[in-house]
C-alpha cells in the first residue's frame, strides 16, 4: 500500500520516525555525503509529510513557522529519482502547509541544482548563493 501522510511529530509512530529519519540519511549523509546532526529539534515543531509505499518512507519533506505567516519547509527528497514523486511529494507538502499553517510565505534553502524543481511551484530565488553543509544553496521564498 503507497500513501502521503502529514503529521505532527506527536501523530507520527515509532515505526514512522524510524523510516524518516532512516530516509533521511540514506539521503543527506549516504547519498549527498553531508557530516550533519540531522536531528535538531525543529522535528518536535513541524509538519511531517512523507509518502510510504509498503512501510518505507520514500518522499519527505518536514515545514514549521520560523515566524508569524512565514513557514521554513527542509529536508526535502526523494529516494524514487526521475519518477516525478517529488514533484507530487512538493504538491501535497504545499497544499498541507497553506491548509495547517495559513502562512504568506513559504521560504526554503534550497540546493542549486534543484532551483528548476522549486521554480515550477511558484518559488523565487531571493538570495546570493551561499555554502551550507558543503553544498551551494540560494534562499527561494513562495508567496502563498
Do not use: W
Not at 503507497?2 to 515509532?14: I, N, Y
Not at 536531528?39 to 518505507?56: A, P, R
Not at 529536508?75 to 497553506?98: A, D, F, N, P, S
Request: hydrophobic share 40%; proline share 1%.
Amino acid at each position: 500500500m503507497s500513501m502521503f501522510a502529514a503529521k505532527t511529530f506527536e501523530e507520527l509512530t515509532t515505526r514512522e520516525i524510524y523510516e524518516i529519519l532512516k530516509a533521511r540519511a540514506a539521503v543527506f549523509v549516504v547519498e549527498q555525503n553531508i557530516v550533519y546532526q540531522d536531528m535538531d529539534d525543529k522535528d518536535y515543531d513541524s509538519l511531517h509529510v512523507y509518502f510510504e509505499e509498503d512501510g518505507k518512507v520514500t518522499a519527505y519533506l518536514r515545514a514549521f513557522e520560523t515566524e508569524p505567516d512565514v513557514v521554513r519547509m527542509g529536508r526535502v527528497l526523494t529516494l524514487q529519482h526521475g519518477q516525478g514523486l517529488g514533484g507530487k511529494l512538493l504538491r501535497y507538502g504545499l497544499e498541507e502547509i497553506r491548509q495547517k499553517f495559513s502562512p504568506k510565505i513559504i521560504a526554503i534553502d534550497s540546493q542549486c541544482h534543484a532551483i528548476g524543481f522549486y521554480e515550477k511551484s511558484g518559488f523565487k530565488v531571493c538570495s546570493e548563493e551561499f555554502l551550507e553543509e558543503g553544498i551551494m544553496h540560494v534562499k527561494m521564498e513562495l508567496e502563498v
